[in-house]
């Protein structure tokens, strides 16, 4: 079982930036869709940014679309989500996640696609 381990989140001013990591335990990362999610408090999870195999095609949600930017590091099994122009309503708990299947084509970035998942890294953002 893959392991996600996330970093990154923190407390910001509104406006302000901050960047998250994720990395994964297993080398074959570079064979799978690679996404973020996140979860507000009283709120389902939601897709926010990913990155697909092949081609590292990139997919954002409206909310992060022009402000967010999710990058793949395989050399070191690690996703990135910069995070720029931050705004209250982006503070939520973010989640890693991984494809439950390699090298899935067409790539599938719905939350039910994705099957391991890290224990999240907390983002406020105060006004």
């Known amino acids: 079982q893959v392991q996600l381990v996330e970093s990154g989140g923190g407390l910001v001013q509104a406006g302000g930036s901050l960047r998250l990591s994720c990395v994964a335990s297993e080398r074959t990362f570079s064979s799978y869709t690679m996404g973020w999610f996140r979860q507000a408090p009283g709120k389902e999870r939601v897709f926010v940014a990913a990155?697909?195999?092949?081609?590292?095609?990139?997919y954002y949600a409206d909310s992060a679309k022009g402000r967010f930017t999710i990058s793949r590091d395989s050399a070191q099994n690690t996703i990135y989500l910069q995070m720029n122009n931050l705004k209250p309503e982006d503070t939520a708990v973010y989640y890693c996640?991984?494809?439950?299947?390699?090298?899935?084509?067409?790539?599938?970035?719905?939350?039910?696609?994705?099957?391991?998942w890290g224990q999240g890294t907390q983002v406020t953002v105060s006004s």
């Open positions: 996640a991984r494809d439950s299947r390699p090298r899935r084509v067409p790539g599938d970035i719905r939350l039910e696609a994705f099957g391991s």
């Open positions: 990155i697909t195999w092949p081609g590292d095609m990139k």
